[in-house]
Protein backbone atom coordinates (compact mmCIF):
# COMPACT_ATOMS: atom_id res chain seq x y z
CA UNK A 1 0.00 0.00 0.00
CA UNK A 2 2.50 2.77 0.57
CA UNK A 3 4.60 1.89 -2.13
CA UNK A 4 1.60 2.39 -4.69
CA UNK A 5 -1.94 3.07 -3.19
CA UNK A 6 -0.28 5.91 -0.89
CA UNK A 7 1.86 7.66 -3.05
CA UNK A 8 -1.10 7.53 -6.25
CA UNK A 9 -3.75 8.93 -3.93
CA UNK A 10 -1.41 11.94 -3.03
CA UNK A 11 -0.74 12.73 -6.57
CA UNK A 12 -4.41 12.53 -7.26
CA UNK A 13 -5.53 15.13 -4.10
CA UNK A 14 -2.14 17.41 -5.04
CA UNK A 15 -3.07 17.46 -8.75
CA UNK A 16 -7.43 18.40 -8.00
CA UNK A 17 -6.32 20.72 -5.40
CA UNK A 18 -3.71 22.59 -7.77
CA UNK A 19 -6.22 22.41 -10.33
CA UNK A 20 -9.19 23.56 -8.91
CA UNK A 21 -7.30 27.03 -7.47
CA UNK A 22 -6.32 27.32 -11.23
CA UNK A 23 -9.98 27.66 -12.33
CA UNK A 24 -11.03 29.41 -9.59
CA UNK A 25 -8.44 32.44 -10.29
CA UNK A 26 -7.29 32.02 -13.70
CA UNK A 27 -4.75 34.92 -15.06
CA UNK A 28 -6.26 35.62 -18.30
CA UNK A 29 -9.18 37.48 -17.74
CA UNK A 30 -7.78 40.99 -17.63
CA UNK A 31 -3.37 42.05 -17.52
CA UNK A 32 -3.90 42.78 -14.26
CA UNK A 33 -4.64 39.24 -12.78
CA UNK A 34 -1.46 37.46 -14.41
CA UNK A 35 1.06 38.62 -11.54
CA UNK A 36 -1.62 37.65 -8.51
CA UNK A 37 -2.73 34.67 -10.66
CA UNK A 38 0.82 33.51 -11.32
CA UNK A 39 2.14 33.85 -7.62
CA UNK A 40 -1.06 32.02 -6.35
CA UNK A 41 -0.26 29.25 -8.84
CA UNK A 42 3.44 29.13 -7.43
CA UNK A 43 2.37 29.44 -3.49
CA UNK A 44 -0.61 26.56 -3.93
CA UNK A 45 2.11 24.56 -5.79
CA UNK A 46 4.63 24.83 -3.52
CA UNK A 47 2.40 24.21 -0.62
CA UNK A 48 1.12 21.15 -2.25
CA UNK A 49 4.69 19.62 -2.71
CA UNK A 50 5.42 20.35 1.31
CA UNK A 51 1.68 18.88 1.69
CA UNK A 52 0.78 15.38 -0.09
CA UNK A 53 3.59 15.67 -2.40
CA UNK A 54 5.76 14.81 0.98
CA UNK A 55 4.11 11.26 0.07
CA UNK A 56 4.76 11.18 -3.34
CA UNK A 57 7.06 13.62 -4.59
CA UNK A 58 4.98 16.55 -5.45
CA UNK A 59 5.00 16.18 -9.14
CA UNK A 60 1.16 16.59 -10.03
CA UNK A 61 2.42 17.29 -13.79
CA UNK A 62 2.21 13.81 -15.80
CA UNK A 63 5.46 15.35 -17.90
CA UNK A 64 7.03 16.03 -14.77
CA UNK A 65 6.52 12.61 -13.55
CA UNK A 66 7.73 11.21 -16.98
CA UNK A 67 11.02 13.41 -16.78
CA UNK A 68 11.55 12.22 -13.36
CA UNK A 69 11.15 8.32 -13.98
CA UNK A 70 13.53 9.03 -16.92
CA UNK A 71 15.86 9.96 -14.38
CA UNK A 72 15.53 7.58 -11.76
CA UNK A 73 13.19 9.49 -9.61
CA UNK A 74 10.32 6.44 -9.44
CA UNK A 75 9.51 3.64 -11.30
CA UNK A 76 7.88 2.95 -14.33
CA UNK A 77 5.03 1.15 -12.39
CA UNK A 78 4.77 4.47 -9.96
CA UNK A 79 4.89 6.70 -12.30
CA UNK A 80 1.78 4.80 -15.23
CA UNK A 81 -0.07 5.02 -11.12
CA UNK A 82 1.02 9.03 -11.23
CA UNK A 83 -0.06 9.90 -14.86
CA UNK A 84 -3.54 8.31 -13.94
CA UNK A 85 -3.96 9.49 -10.79
CA UNK A 86 -3.05 13.20 -12.15
CA UNK A 87 -5.63 13.21 -15.54
CA UNK A 88 -8.14 12.28 -12.85
CA UNK A 89 -7.14 15.14 -10.49
CA UNK A 90 -7.32 17.43 -13.12
CA UNK A 91 -10.79 16.67 -14.09
CA UNK A 92 -11.71 16.27 -10.17
CA UNK A 93 -10.52 19.99 -9.82
CA UNK A 94 -12.07 21.42 -13.06
CA UNK A 95 -15.30 19.63 -12.05
CA UNK A 96 -15.03 21.18 -8.35
CA UNK A 97 -14.77 24.67 -9.62
CA UNK A 98 -18.13 24.52 -11.64
CA UNK A 99 -19.70 23.48 -8.62
CA UNK A 100 -18.67 25.96 -6.42
CA UNK A 101 -18.46 28.93 -9.13
CA UNK A 102 -21.10 31.27 -10.37
CA UNK A 103 -22.12 30.45 -13.28
CA UNK A 104 -21.50 33.72 -15.28
CA UNK A 105 -18.23 33.88 -13.59
CA UNK A 106 -17.34 30.26 -14.48
CA UNK A 107 -18.28 31.34 -18.06
CA UNK A 108 -15.98 34.57 -17.64
CA UNK A 109 -13.39 32.22 -16.95
CA UNK A 110 -14.05 29.85 -19.37
CA UNK A 111 -13.76 27.29 -16.75
CA UNK A 112 -10.02 28.33 -16.34
CA UNK A 113 -9.19 26.82 -20.07
CA UNK A 114 -6.29 27.56 -21.47
CA UNK A 115 -7.03 28.44 -25.17
CA UNK A 116 -4.20 30.90 -27.52
CA UNK A 117 -4.98 34.61 -26.86
CA UNK A 118 -3.61 37.60 -28.26
CA UNK A 119 -3.93 36.59 -31.68
CA UNK A 120 -0.73 33.99 -30.73
CA UNK A 121 0.04 32.18 -33.83
CA UNK A 122 -0.37 28.15 -32.96
CA UNK A 123 3.28 27.31 -33.53
CA UNK A 124 4.56 30.51 -31.67
CA UNK A 125 1.80 28.67 -28.79
CA UNK A 126 3.62 25.61 -28.69
CA UNK A 127 7.07 27.12 -28.99
CA UNK A 128 6.47 29.13 -25.68
CA UNK A 129 4.86 26.35 -24.30
CA UNK A 130 7.29 23.85 -24.65
CA UNK A 131 10.26 26.37 -23.55
CA UNK A 132 8.41 27.17 -20.38
CA UNK A 133 7.65 23.64 -19.36
CA UNK A 134 11.84 23.21 -20.21
CA UNK A 135 12.13 25.27 -17.35
CA UNK A 136 10.38 24.01 -14.93
CA UNK A 137 11.05 20.59 -15.77
CA UNK A 138 14.64 21.73 -15.66
CA UNK A 139 14.78 22.99 -12.21
CA UNK A 140 12.68 20.04 -11.05
CA UNK A 141 15.19 17.65 -12.19
CA UNK A 142 18.05 19.62 -10.77
CA UNK A 143 16.70 20.44 -7.37
CA UNK A 144 14.44 17.09 -6.68
CA UNK A 145 16.02 14.54 -8.38
CA UNK A 146 20.13 15.64 -8.88
CA UNK A 147 22.08 13.84 -6.46
CA UNK A 148 22.83 17.53 -5.23
CA UNK A 149 19.70 18.37 -4.31
CA UNK A 150 18.08 21.54 -3.04
CA UNK A 151 16.46 22.01 0.51
CA UNK A 152 14.67 24.20 -0.65
CA UNK A 153 12.84 22.51 -3.67
CA UNK A 154 9.78 23.70 -3.15
CA UNK A 155 10.14 27.26 -2.73
CA UNK A 156 12.44 26.50 -6.01
CA UNK A 157 9.91 24.84 -7.78
CA UNK A 158 6.41 27.29 -7.20
CA UNK A 159 9.14 30.25 -8.15
CA UNK A 160 9.16 28.62 -12.04
CA UNK A 161 5.35 27.92 -11.94
CA UNK A 162 5.28 31.46 -10.98
CA UNK A 163 7.92 32.55 -13.92
CA UNK A 164 6.40 30.53 -16.18
CA UNK A 165 2.21 31.50 -15.51
CA UNK A 166 3.42 34.83 -15.94
CA UNK A 167 5.02 34.95 -18.92
CA UNK A 168 3.01 32.57 -20.67
CA UNK A 169 -0.22 34.12 -19.37
CA UNK A 170 -0.76 36.31 -22.26
CA UNK A 171 0.12 33.83 -24.74
CA UNK A 172 -1.22 30.60 -24.12
CA UNK A 173 -2.36 30.57 -20.26
CA UNK A 174 0.71 29.55 -19.01
CA UNK A 175 -0.02 25.89 -18.60
CA UNK A 176 3.07 23.75 -18.66
CA UNK A 177 0.70 20.95 -17.32
CA UNK A 178 -1.57 18.85 -19.80
CA UNK A 179 -3.46 17.70 -16.69
CA UNK A 180 -4.27 21.42 -15.93
CA UNK A 181 -5.26 22.07 -19.46
CA UNK A 182 -6.97 18.56 -20.18
CA UNK A 183 -9.60 18.87 -17.01
CA UNK A 184 -10.96 22.22 -17.26
CA UNK A 185 -11.35 22.21 -21.15
CA UNK A 186 -13.62 18.94 -20.26
CA UNK A 187 -15.63 20.17 -17.58
CA UNK A 188 -16.18 24.02 -19.96
CA UNK A 189 -17.17 22.01 -22.67
CA UNK A 190 -19.76 19.91 -21.06
CA UNK A 191 -21.46 22.92 -18.99
CA UNK A 192 -21.74 24.53 -22.67
CA UNK A 193 -21.08 24.63 -25.86
CA UNK A 194 -17.31 25.52 -25.74
CA UNK A 195 -15.82 23.45 -28.95
CA UNK A 196 -13.48 25.84 -29.55
CA UNK A 197 -11.39 25.31 -26.44
CA UNK A 198 -9.94 21.83 -28.11
CA UNK A 199 -9.33 23.91 -31.33
CA UNK A 200 -5.28 23.75 -30.29
CA UNK A 201 -5.22 21.90 -26.98
CA UNK A 202 -2.87 19.39 -28.49
CA UNK A 203 -0.26 22.34 -27.98
CA UNK A 204 -1.07 21.45 -24.40
CA UNK A 205 0.18 18.28 -24.71
CA UNK A 206 2.92 18.53 -27.91
CA UNK A 207 4.45 21.21 -26.07
CA UNK A 208 5.44 20.26 -22.54
CA UNK A 209 6.30 17.36 -24.18
CA UNK A 210 8.67 18.62 -25.91
CA UNK A 211 9.94 20.73 -23.47
CA UNK A 212 10.05 18.14 -20.86
CA UNK A 213 12.09 15.79 -23.35
CA UNK A 214 14.26 18.61 -24.51
CA UNK A 215 15.50 19.08 -20.54
CA UNK A 216 15.71 15.61 -19.09
CA UNK A 217 18.20 15.45 -22.02
CA UNK A 218 19.98 18.26 -21.15
CA UNK A 219 20.04 17.06 -17.44
CA UNK A 220 21.20 14.21 -17.67
CA UNK A 221 23.95 14.58 -20.48
CA UNK A 222 24.77 17.71 -18.96
CA UNK A 223 24.10 18.79 -15.83
CA UNK A 224 23.46 15.38 -13.99
CA UNK A 225 25.48 14.41 -11.32
CA UNK A 226 27.08 11.03 -9.67
CA UNK A 227 24.77 8.29 -10.73
CA UNK A 228 21.78 10.05 -12.33
CA UNK A 229 24.30 10.20 -15.40
CA UNK A 230 24.13 6.40 -15.61
CA UNK A 231 20.87 6.06 -14.77
CA UNK A 232 18.87 3.24 -16.59
CA UNK A 233 14.70 3.42 -16.31
CA UNK A 234 13.44 0.75 -13.69
CA UNK A 235 10.26 -1.63 -14.09
Known sequence: MDKYIRPTLAEFVGTALYVLVVCLFPPRVEASTILPAGVLQGCVYACLILGPGKIS????????????????????????CYFFAQILGGLTGAALSLAILPSDMYSLYLGGSTTLVNGTEPGWGLLAEGILSFILVLTVLMVTVDENKQQLSPLVTGLSIVVGVMAGASLTGGSMNPA??????????????????????????????????VATLVFRFLFASGSREQYRPSV
Open 57 to 80: GGYFNPVITASVTLCGGVTVRVAV
Open 180 to 213: RSLGPAVCYSLHQDGSYVWNYHYIYWVGPAAGAV
